[in-house]
């Protein structure tokens, strides 16, 4: 979830981000009830409503022009408006100022992205926004698992004591997917056979697997929204590269001088309001045990013995919760989820379905890790000599993209073409309410710098290709887009 973007170092006054409730707070005297989250905390609470009135306003006036569709974005001549509706009359707004610096220049639909993937993990870590409400509807218990929750996100968009946001240079990542690992028959077989081991591991508890290499995706049974969610999540806190990092929060330099919001985090480790706090997010807090197992100890300990509780969370399609189990071999991640209901005996029975995978799935991790290792290309493998480039698969929550470190080679005005179509883009899908499915699209312009910049949207798939070095002509652009397509795609975007 970190982000490589312009730095900006008053987050006061270049962000604000806020949740609110429309149901509530519609009386005189009861405004402050509709707030949920608020940053940056140590606003008054009448710039606060400000904020939130502007929004509540901003929304009421475009849903009189289109009831169904509520506004995504509204451009002032200072700021910049993002607005998610994640759950009924729920809204996350951010509001961002606009920068005369060149580096300041974002793409909106990233940024609700952003916004996006906030709601997403905290359901699957907290549940519904709205299910805590009617749980608690004085609303301390959202208020306090919303506050922790964000501010331990927003920590992975600090860089030293500069706040960043996703901006032009990010153009050929794509947030909410997941990356995959291309394996080989052999491997693949082997694959399989682990997961058929892991299902036997976990019985008849109707549990699921997840297994990655480095940072990528090589099975799943679970759902791709849910594998989606738990992908961001182990690649962000659970991967052999993020336990290596050794990585400490830097939150508290953007806490320096903020005297409510430092008040309210030193009471994080006690709970808050009285309510027990889960912090999910933060960093630094899992290790490898010796036997291979992942523990943590966010979500408590076994009193009387101080053994870490397993981790828990909730599924999206099934709204079931789950006990989280993580098992990690060299470059090897194997995440288990047995649904809580089916364990009886709690951590006794996990216990026991830790020892099964010792005992009965060690050879085939072994093995697997070993095939896809001997395999495996390092972080330039999936680099296509020539080309810079993005490959979406909306339907499947799938993306591929040239490594990080060849994008960084593409010049200022290559990224801002590439920016620019990827905007042209956002604007057809979203004319369309995002279902293009149907609708075949290019965009191909030449950048300042002669670079060819090209993007090809079909059947739920999307291409995007920067060619710096391509020849004169437009033909020799279009003929270079369909050898990447016929061979990296299947020929999903020839046009033939």
Same mark, same amino acid.
């Given at each position: 979830?970190?982000?490589?973007?312009? @730095?900006?170092?008053?987050?006061?006054?270049?962000?604000?981000?806020?949740?609110?409730?429309?149901?509530?707070?519609?009386?005189?005297?009861?405004?402050?009830?509709?707030?949920?989250?608020?940053?940056? @905390?140590?606003?008054?609470?009448?710039?606060?409503?400000?904020?939130?009135?502007?929004?509540?306003?901003?929304?009421?006036?475009?849903?009189?022009?289109?009831?169904?569709?509520?506004?995504?974005?509204?451009?002032?001549?200072?700021?910049?408006?993002?607005?998610?509706?994640?759950?009924?009359?729920?809204?996350?707004?951010?509001?961002?100022?606009?920068?005369?610096? +060149?580096?300041?220049?974002?793409? &909106?639909?990233?940024?609700?992205?952003?916004?996006?993937?906030?709601?997403?993990?905290?359901?699957?870590?907290?549940?519904?926004?709205?299910?805590?409400?009617?749980?608690?509807?004085?609303?301390?218990?959202?208020?306090?698992?919303?506050?922790?929750?964000?501010?331990?996100?927003?920590?992975?968009?600090?860089?030293?004591?500069?706040?960043?946001?996703?901006?032009?240079?990010?153009?050929?990542?794509?947030?909410?997917?997941?990356?995959?690992?291309?394996?080989?028959?052999?491997?693949?077989?082997?694959?399989?056979?682990?997961?058929?081991?892991?299902?036997?591991?976990?019985?008849? +508890?109707?549990?699921?697997?997840? &297994?990655?290499?480095?940072?990528?995706?090589?099975?799943? +049974?679970?759902?791709?929204?849910?594998?989606?969610?738990?992908?961001?999540? @182990?690649?962000?806190?659970?991967?052999?590269?993020?336990?290596?990092?050794?990585?400490?929060?830097?939150?508290?330099?953007?806490?320096?001088?903020?005297?409510?919001?430092?008040?309210?985090?030193?009471?994080?480790?006690?709970?808050?309001?009285?309510?027990?706090?889960?912090?999910?997010?933060?960093?630094?807090?899992?290790?490898?045990?010796?036997?291979?197992?992942?523990?943590?100890? &966010?979500?408590?300990?076994?009193?009387?013995?101080?053994?870490?509780?397993?981790?828990?969370?909730?599924?999206?399609?099934?709204?079931?919760?789950?006990?989280?189990?993580?098992?990690?071999?060299?470059?090897?991640?194997?995440?288990?989820?047995?649904?809580?209901?089916?364990?009886?005996?709690?951590?006794?029975?996990?216990?026991?379905?830790?020892?099964?995978?010792?005992?009965?799935?060690?050879?085939?991790?072994?093995?697997?890790?070993?095939?896809?290792?001997?395999?495996?290309?390092?972080?330039?493998?999936?680099?296509?000599?020539?080309?810079?480039?993005?490959?979406?698969?909306?339907?499947?929550?799938?993306?591929?993209?040239?490594?990080?470190?060849?994008?960084?080679?593409?010049?200022?005005?290559?990224?801002?073409?590439?920016?620019?179509?990827?905007?042209?883009?956002?604007?057809?899908?979203?004319?369309?309410?995002?279902?293009?499915?149907?609708?075949?699209?290019?965009?191909? &312009?030449?950048?300042?710098?002669?670079?060819?910049?090209?993007?090809?949207?079909?059947?739920?798939?999307?291409?995007?290709?920067?060619?710096?070095?391509?020849?004169?002509?437009?033909?020799?652009?279009?003929?270079?887009?369909?050898?990447?397509?016929?061979?990296?795609?299947?020929?999903?975007?020839?046009?033939?």
């Amino acid at each position: 979830m970190g982000l490589s973007s312009a @730095a900006i170092t008053t987050p006061s006054e270049a962000l604000k981000f806020c949740i609110f409730d429309l149901r509530r707070g519609q009386h005189e005297g009861e405004e402050l009830e509709k707030i949920l989250f608020f940053f940056p @905390a140590d606003l008054p609470f009448p710039t606060q409503l400000s904020v939130i009135g502007l929004s509540e306003g901003l929304i009421t006036f475009t849903r009189i022009f289109s009831p169904e569709a509520a506004c995504e974005v509204i451009e002032a001549e200072l700021h910049s408006h993002v607005f998610f509706e994640a759950e009924p009359d729920i809204w996350m707004v951010m509001v961002v100022a606009k920068n005369k610096e +060149t580096e300041a220049i974002w793409r &909106i639909e990233a940024l609700r992205s952003v916004l996006k993937e906030i709601h997403s993990l905290f359901i699957m870590f907290h549940g519904s926004i709205r299910v805590l409400l009617d749980k608690e509807p004085g609303g301390g218990l959202t208020r306090s698992h919303l506050f922790t929750f964000i501010m331990d996100y927003l920590n992975d968009f600090l860089m030293g004591n500069k706040f960043v946001l996703p901006n032009f240079r990010d153009s050929l990542k794509q947030r909410g997917t997941v990356q995959m690992l291309t394996v080989g028959r052999e491997a693949a077989i082997e694959v399989q056979s682990l997961v058929g081991a892991l299902d036997s591991c976990m019985g008849n +508890t109707s549990g699921y697997s997840v &297994i990655l290499f480095q940072d990528l995706l090589v099975s799943t +049974t679970l759902t791709p929204d849910d594998t989606t969610n738990l992908f961001s999540y @182990a690649t962000s806190r659970l991967t052999p590269r993020v336990l290596s990092s050794g990585r400490s929060s830097t939150w508290s330099y953007l806490r320096k001088g903020n005297a409510e919001l430092a008040s309210r985090s030193a009471s994080i480790g006690s709970g808050l309001d009285g309510f027990r706090i889960v912090r999910p997010l933060q960093h630094g807090k899992w290790s490898k045990g010796k036997d291979g197992f992942l523990v943590t100890d &966010i979500w408590g300990v076994e009193v009387g013995n101080l053994v870490p509780t397993t981790p828990t969370l909730w599924l999206q399609q099934t709204e079931h919760k789950m006990y989280l189990c993580a098992y990690q071999h060299k470059s090897l991640t194997i995440i288990l989820l047995i649904p809580v209901t089916s364990m009886l005996n709690g951590e006794e029975g996990i216990s026991m379905l830790k020892q099964q995978l010792l005992e009965n799935a060690s050879a085939k991790i072994v093995k697997v890790e070993e095939k896809l290792a001997k395999g495996w290309g390092g972080e330039n493998a999936y680099h296509v000599k020539g080309y810079r480039y993005l490959l979406v698969d909306g339907d499947r929550n799938i993306s591929r993209a040239s490594p990080p470190g060849k994008v960084t080679t593409l010049t200022k005005e290559s990224l801002l073409a590439i920016n620019k179509v990827r905007e042209d883009v956002d604007l057809e899908k979203s004319r369309g309410n995002g279902n293009n499915d149907d609708k075949d699209l290019e965009i191909c &312009i030449r950048a300042k710098n002669n670079a060819w910049v090209i993007a090809r949207s079909t059947r739920g798939k999307e291409l995007y290709i920067v060619l710096e070095k391509a020849n004169e002509t437009l033909l020799y652009a279009s003929e270079a887009i369909e050898k990447f397509s016929d061979r990296y795609c299947n020929g999903a975007f020839s046009l033939d």
